[in-house]
């Protein structure tokens, strides 16, 4: 029996597992959201697209699986390119549905007409723009195999109403057959067999880890490495949680808000194991004194990465969990030296800290939130110093447990995402460390979360700053702190008046009782914590500067 | 230094904009590209003429490959290669000249196409060298009209930028 185009992707998205999808429906998706009506598909409403695609992003991020995210055609569709561009910058399997004007009206400027495959050409790994129906079901499947193998990425896919309509006979493919589209997934064996020479020669190694270390699955392989090499790892923000940071050989994130004893040990360390990070500028700082003594070996499935900011002396594409297996059995037991003894040292006498004044400290309600929830919750952030302070005061032990915007660095981010994120693993605390600029920008998530009852915790940091620019303002500009004071409803009426448990928080003692509420509640939960107000992310590497010179902390 | 890249990209619609859009949004020149029909249906090829150092080379290539319609890309550079363009010019022709283009046309064994009262067109030819001289010497006549394409090229001898492997069995 033939089926429309709208059943077809219905089905074509159950045969690929999918069990939950966020989105908004307009007019040129509606047939689609009349075949959703009588599927098993569960269907979140959002309040705004750009959460849909945001909420899709957090679900993959936290559960490994591909996030679907559907809107309709123009105002829709861009709405959703914030959330599709955050997602291409940090490498997040995602697939965007789009409705579209019919076919016969293409490009004739039609109404909620938008080339939404033009406009996200440069932020997505691949897109679609649908003509016929009997293509439907081959590029539903290709997308998802572009978008979740690799190094992982959105793809969107446009569909026009009529394609939605049209009827055809459904076979959802087995295969994928793209001639231009097949990554290399088996690292050369010979390339490895150096490496395992080089690392077996180095005095002072690091590993250095991204998140291509946990999209690849690959937390284990790079503990047995670091163990087995006794290397110190550092984590970029997007590697964070690849490796326990309560391990001695954790050293914390590196670059600009990094800790000194990472900083310090790049920057004297005469071998770096690149693993799944590709140098941005936030990590390396001044790039001529990036890693200055060091050779490099760069392991990333994408070899457009290798080579790309910084020279590398061995290269290595492939999946990084098989290649880092194949080294490992490479590896003999090394044994503790000087370079160890150093590196404990400057953790010893370089940790992050900050002045307890009597006031609320932003850092204290991180640490708290680490103690309360013993390491063990999920931890989404917004964008700025919550962000900074999320990856620096709570220790994480496990991978997909600290999910932020990092390479596009969007606020609005954490809640949308906060939301995906608990759809796709509801037995986690999932906690959204917010600023109250951020919480700001996608505050209308607060209603899906109400109306789903997906029990969310916002704890926002507020300190009526956009307080990452006022910081950069006071360093910088001569504390000419040009628009950055911003003020807000009070959000203990505003969550009250969605529905959600509104507290604030003014005092040290406090906090922990108001967490532990909130955990209890089950419902979505907004905590507004009145923080000091002109407290600084420290240390910092000025911006330009090399990292291993460094301001406070 | 510039390079000549021989790409085979499915016949998809939008593929020019892909390979386009990324030329222009992470900043490398290109100096010429052409896009046709192949001896496969659903594959076309493109000659992309494009300056750079080595390092900005690797880069394009690599950023190439990630374009799923991207299927073959090869740096024929330093191979043996055969490349031409194609130029048509209407140049002012009034009697008394005729037979002084008609003797540069003969030189450079470039056509006359067309016959106006006061025009010819000629066609020519040849590679990028070629091209340029005949451009020159017609010149003085007065050229009312130019338009050039882009380089094609091809590997000399038994190797082959196709769809399946490349054979070096010379």
Redesign the interface.
């Known amino acids: 029996m033939p089926l429309s185009g709208a059943e077809i992707i219905i089905k074509s998205l159950q045969e690929e597992g999918v069990e939950a999808i966020f989105g908004y429906p307009g007019g040129q998706i509606l047939p689609f959201y009349d075949a959703l009506y009588s599927s098993s598909l569960k269907h979140y409403l959002v309040r705004h697209e750009q959460g849909a695609a945001h909420a899709a992003d957090g679900y993959a991020r936290a559960t490994g699986k591909p996030g679907v995210c559907v809107a309709t055609s123009g105002p829709g569709a861009t709405n959703l390119v914030t959330g599709i561009a955050t997602a291409y910058m940090d490498s997040i399997p995602i697939i965007a549905l789009t409705g579209q004007v019919p076919c016969e009206l293409l490009g004739k400027d039609s109404f909620q007409e938008a080339d939404i ?2 406009i996200t ?2 932020i997505t ?2 897109n679609f ?1 649908v003509n016929d129906v009997k293509d439907l079901a081959r590029m539903i499947k290709e997308a998802f195999h ?1 978008a979740t193998t690799g190094r992982p990425g959105p793809v969107l896919i446009d569909i026009p109403k009529d394609v939605q309509v049209n009827k055809t006979k459904f076979r959802y493919p087995e295969n994928v057959s ?4 097949k990554p290399t997934f088996e690292g050369n064996k010979g390339q490895i067999s150096l490496a395992a020479k080089m690392i077996g020669q180095a005095k002072k190694p690091v590993i250095y880890a991204g998140g291509g270390v946990i999209s690849s699955g690959a937390s284990k392989e790079l503990f047995r490495l670091a163990e087995l090499t006794l290397s110190p790892v550092t984590t970029t923000l997007m590697g964070i949680g690849a490796f326990p940071e309560t391990h001695p050989l954790s050293l914390g994130m590196l670059g600009m808000h990094g800790t000194r004893a990472a900083n310090y040990a790049v920057s004297q360390s005469d071998l770096l194991i690149a693993v799944g990070a590709r140098f941005d500028d936030r990590v390396t700082g001044k790039i001529a004194e990036f890693a200055s003594h060091a050779k490099i070996i760069h392991i990333d499935i ?3 990465e290798i ?2 900011n910084v020279r590398i002396d061995i290269p290595i594409v492939g999946d990084i969990k098989k290649v880092l297996a194949i080294l490992n059995s490479k590896m003999e037991q090394h044994l503790a030296g000087d370079w160890q003894h150093k590196i404990a040292e400057w953790k010893e006498k370089h940790p992050l800290f900050y002045e307890s004044n009597g006031s609320l400290k932003p850092q204290f309600i991180v640490e708290q939130i680490h103690d309360i929830t013993k390491g063990k919750a999920i931890i989404v952030t917004e964008v700025g110093q919550n962000q900074m302070w999320a990856a620096q005061y709570y220790k994480y032990t496990k991978p997909r447990t600290f999910l932020s915007s990092g390479g596009l660095g969007t606020m609005g981010y954490g809640l949308p995402a906060a939301i995906g994120a608990k759809v796709g693993c509801p037995d986690s605390v999932v906690i959204d460390i917010a600023g109250d600029g951020s919480i700001q920008m996608n505050i209308q998530e607060l209603a899906t979360a109400v109306h789903y009852n997906i029990p969310v915790i916002v704890a926002i940091l507020n300190n009526n700053f956009l307080g990452m620019v006022r910081q950069w303002q006071e360093l910088f500009f001569d504390r000419r702190y040009s628009h950055t004071e911003i003020t807000g409803p009070d959000f203990v009426k505003l969550a009250e008046a969605y529905g959600a448990v509104g507290m604030r928080v003014e005092k040290a003692k406090d906090v922990k009782p108001a967490l532990k509420k909130a955990i209890e509640a089950k419902r979505p939960v907004l905590i507004d914590f009145t923080v000091e107000r002109e407290e600084n992310v420290f240390p910092m590497v000025p911006p330009g500067g090399a990292i291993h010179k460094m301001l406070g902390g | 230094m510039r390079h000549i890249l021989a790409v085979l990209v499915e016949n998809n619609p939008g593929v020019l904009t892909r390979v386009a859009g990324l030329f222009s949004r992470r900043g490398y020149n290109i100096d010429s590209l052409t896009v046709g029909r192949t001896e496969s249906l659903n594959i076309s090829r493109m000659t992309i003429v494009v300056e750079g150092d080595d390092l900005v080379l690797e880069q394009v290539t690599k950023q190439l490959h990630k374009l799923i319609d991207v299927i073959k890309i090869n740096d024929i550079t330093s191979e043996q290669y055969v490349d031409r363009e194609l130029v048509l010019i209407k140049v002012g022709a009034d009697p008394v000249v005729r037979g002084e283009i008609l003797q540069i046309v003969d030189i450079f064994r470039a056509r006359i196409v067309d016959i106006g009262r006061r025009t010819l067109i000629i066609e020519c030819t040849g590679d990028e060298g070629k091209i340029n001289a005949v451009i020159e010497s017609l010149k003085p006549f007065g050229i009312k009209e130019l338009v050039r394409t882009g380089k094609v090229a091809m590997l000399r001898g038994q190797k082959f930028t196709s769809i399946s492997e490349t054979k070096e069995d010379e």
């Not at chain 1, 793209?178 to 589209?181: E, P």
Request: a positive charge.
């Open positions: 495959t033009g050409l440069p790994k691949h723009l572009i793209l001639k231009g589209y994408d070899p457009a080579g790309k």
